[in-house]
């Protein structure tokens, strides 16, 4: 009988110390998890119109969510922040450039002059806070070059692998379809690169409005093609890009509270659903800090 409870006693004993060791165990595992994994993953239940979209930390070089990121897709008007760097890197951004009656008779009225002179750099800030045709045709016209070639080499300088320009503009074809195409992620390292070496041309397109005499002396008074812009606190950049082909795209810059930008862009959502679609990851991207 004493022999039994010998027995007994060993036996708990070794069940206790294998129940101990298990769990040591697993709590090792859980401590050498990412502390992403130890979290609820914000971005699980978000549902976007968007067929592509990227968030992008480029300080640390990092995506933090991606859906169908790497898929070359119609930039529309986001082909204007290649516009605009290509012509920056080019020239003196106090170069002078001449509206032409050619470039205004490209589609759209931003409110261009025919013999308006204007800085480059300027003309830049309007061109992108406003998604000006006319502004975009009269930069690559001014550089005097084949631009759109000039616009694929940077690209390739820059590692954009998905990515292709056929005008200045983004403007489908007459046929209706697109002209120039890039991934998410691609559009997401050239808002990093620019920002991080000519942040001065995307500081207009945080703005909700902004005015400018040209150098004619003509005020304008440019309206954000983002609507999100005054609404969103911590705002670097913005682009907005829409047309037929290419529906609606959105790329932004946004400081979260950590005085480094994280880039949001969603492409291929409606013309309105891309602000909603941002919006959204934006949202999650803050809870994910938070969680850390």
Request: hydrophobic share 45%.
């Amino acid at each position: 009988m004493k022999l039994n409870f010998i027995h007994k006693g060993a036996f708990l004993i070794a069940a206790l110390a294998a129940v101990f060791w298990v769990g040591q165990n697993i709590s090792r595992q859980v401590a050498e998890q990412p502390i992403e994994q130890l979290v609820k993953n914000p971005y699980s239940q978000i549902v976007l119109e968007a067929k592509s979209a990227v968030v992008y930390d480029p300080d640390e070089n990092r995506i933090l969510y991606s859906h169908n990121a790497y898929q070359p897709m119609p930039l529309a008007s986001v082909t204007k922040i290649m516009t605009a760097l290509a012509a920056y890197e080019s020239a003196s951004p106090w170069q002078e450039v001449v509206i032409s009656q050619e470039d205004l008779a490209v589609e759209g009225d931003s409110g261009l002059r025919r013999d308006e002179h204007w800085q480059l750099a300027d003309l830049i800030k309007f061109t992108l806070i406003t998604s000006s045709n006319d502004g975009a045709a009269a930069l690559a016209a001014a550089s005097q070059t084949d631009f759109t070639v000039r616009m694929n080499e940077l690209a390739a300088t820059l590692g954009l692998e998905q990515t292709n320009f056929t005008n200045p503009t983004g403007l489908d074809y007459a046929n209706g379809l697109p002209s120039s195409y890039g991934s998410a992620f691609d559009v997401a390292k050239l808002i990093g690169y620019t920002l991080a070496n000519h942040p001065e041309i995307l500081t207009a397109t945080k703005e909700p409005s902004w005015s400018i005499v040209s150098d004619s002396s003509l005020n304008h008074v440019a309206s954000n093609t983002n609507r999100l812009a005054g609404y969103l606190p911590g705002l670097f950049a913005s682009k907005t890009g829409y047309t037929i082909a290419a529906g609606g795209n959105l790329a932004v810059a946004v400081d979260l509270g950590l005085r480094e930008p994280v880039i949001v862009v969603v492409l291929g959502s409606s013309e309105e659903g891309r602000f909603r679609d941002v919006s959204k990851l934006l949202g999650a991207t803050s809870q994910l800090f938070n969680n850390r």
